[in-house]
Nanobody, 127 residues
Framework: EVQLVESGGGLVQAGGSLRLSCAAS????????IGWFRQAPGKEREGVSC????????SYGVSVKGRFAISRDAAKNTVYLQMDDLNFDDTAVYYC????????????????????WGQGTQVTVST
């Protein structure tokens, strides 16, 4: 059974940091690109960051570039999202998603291309 389990969310003050984890199981982790997306109440889902299956290439949304960092650990089948200098606008449910790919260098910024999704983890930033 394919599973993506997000963790690491919580309540943090503005300017603080959190590290989200996305633990994958039930598929060959190295064959999948991973993306992080978020959705705030009343807003559309937004792409946050994505990383190729090799981990060598990544991309960030404009609103998080320079503050967030994505990485993956093949030994642990886990992708991380380090989030620094958080602000109120980062408040949302964060989801990770996986897409099977033949190209280890490709990353995917559009949510509709992903095959599997986690249940999400809530991030709340207080002012």
């Amino acid at each position: 059974e394919v599973q993506l389990v997000e963790s690491g969310g919580g309540l943090v003050q503005a300017g603080g940091s959190l590290r989200l984890s996305c633990a994958a199981s039930g598929f060959t982790f190295d064959d999948y690109a991973i993306g992080w997306f978020r959705q705030a109440p009343g807003k559309e889902r937004e792409g946050v960051s994505c990383i190729s299956s090799s981990g060598r290439r990544n991309s960030y949304g404009v609103s998080v570039k320079g503050r967030f960092a994505i990485s993956r650990d093949a030994a642990k089948n886990t992708v991380y999202l380090q989030m620094d200098d958080l602000n109120f606008d980062d408040t949302a449910v964060y989801y990770c998603a996986a897409k099977e790919t033949d190209n280890s260098a490709d990353f995917y910024i559009h949510s509709r291309t992903y095959n599997y999704w986690g249940q999400g983890t809530q991030v709340t930033v207080s002012t």
